[in-house]
């Protein structure tokens, strides 16, 4: 089977009677165009759905945690932007669609790194510069909420950056592997390891904002060492995705007993209470309201100075 950036490629392309039904025009591709498939199932159902049916909707490539499938020639339009007959993205970008998106994390993470892979080797063989400009996501061009999990997770830069990233490091000379041991910070739950292969079954989390030690001096298969709490992990040795590289946490105390909600808005879910004067790290700020972590649960409480308040 064939590879691009290391990733195993198929085709399982659609007939050419059918290109006047899922991509009729010829297209010299100028960017990448990111979704998520919003089920289970594998790249290759992916392709053989797209290929046999009649609806007049198609994609280039999906990709799983096995290797990418493509229905769709990459010098012809595909309709997966939902920007219209003649818009941008239908007309001038790949679309790629990152498998098990309502799956398990371990499943999913494994088809998003092979897709990050995939899209930077793509960029390189298509003639594409990957930057923030040409590595865009269904949202983009049609306001649709996809990549729904990546957007859901507030992980669309990383992922983006991810791809840029990847592309660097394929077209210039390697730069120098990090060595030795690095405290970092997680972006999100994490499932550690025990062995660097993303099918062995997760035996710890690590939570949002937790500290761990990253040992890059011990590598199994690209993954890297994770020292924490004592014991020893492994995870994917991509730092950007997935880690701070500084303490992103500040702490706070409550200003009053409160109730936290499980998403940045009022009227939604509670998540847990804090008590007068308890502390409490906040990991991050979207839009005016704080992100709270207590033991792993995530809670937002206003960004008002009538909650809490900065030590």
């Known amino acids: 089977m064939a590879a691009i950036n290391g990733v195993p490629f198929e085709q399982n392309l659609v007939s050419p009677t059918k290109h006047y039904l899922k991509c009729p025009n010829v297209m010299v591709a100028k960017k990448l165009t990111i979704h998520n498939t919003y089920n289970k199932a594998k790249a290759k159902n992916e392709t053989d759905y797209c290929k046999n049916n009649d609806n007049q909707v198609s994609f280039h490539a999906a990709i799983d945690d096995n290797g990418a499938s493509q229905v769709v020639p990459f010098n012809r339009n595909a309709w997966h932007c939902g920007d219209g007959g003649n818009g941008?993205?239908?007309?001038?970008t790949i679309g790629l669609e990152i498998c098990y998106s309502t799956g398990n994390a371990v499943q999913y993470l494994k088809a998003e790194q092979n897709a990050i892979k995939f899209?930077?080797?793509?960029?390189?063989q298509q003639g594409i510069v990957a930057t923030k400009d040409t590595i865009k996501k269904h949202e983009d061009w049609s306001g649709k909420h996809?990549?729904?999990?990546?957007?859901?997770?507030k992980?669309?830069?990383?992922?983006?950056q991810a791809i840029i990233n990847e592309y660097a490091r394929i077209i210039k000379a390697p730069e120098p592997k990090p060595k030795g041991k690095k405290t970092?910070?997680?972006?999100?739950?994490l499932y550690l390891l025990p062995t660097g292969n993303w099918g062995a079954e997760s035996t710890k989390t690590i939570h949002e904002g937790y500290a761990a030690v990253l040992n890059f001096d011990v590598t199994s298969n690209g993954f890297v060492q994770v020292e924490f709490q004592g014991k020893k992990y492994f995870y994917s040795g991509a730092v950007d995705p997935y880690w701070y590289t500084a303490n992103p946490n500040v702490r706070y105390k409550?200003?009053?007993d409160v109730l936290t909600r499980a998403e940045n808005k009022w009227g939604g879910a509670a998540s847990f209470r804090m008590k007068k004067g308890e502390e409490i790290n906040v990991v991050a700020i979207v839009g005016n309201w704080l992100k709270c972590s207590k033991s792993g649960v995530i809670g937002y409480l206003p960004n008002d100075g009538q909650h809490l308040i900065k030590k």
Do not use: S, T
């Open 254 to 256: 409550a200003l009053k």
């Open 146 to 153: 996809c990549p729904h999990r990546i957007l859901d997770e």
């Open 88 to 92: 941008y993205g239908n007309r001038n």
């Open 119 to 124: 899209a930077a080797g793509l960029c390189v």
């Open 155 to 160: 992980r669309w830069p990383a992922v983006q």
């Open 184 to 189: 970092v910070y997680a972006k999100r739950n």
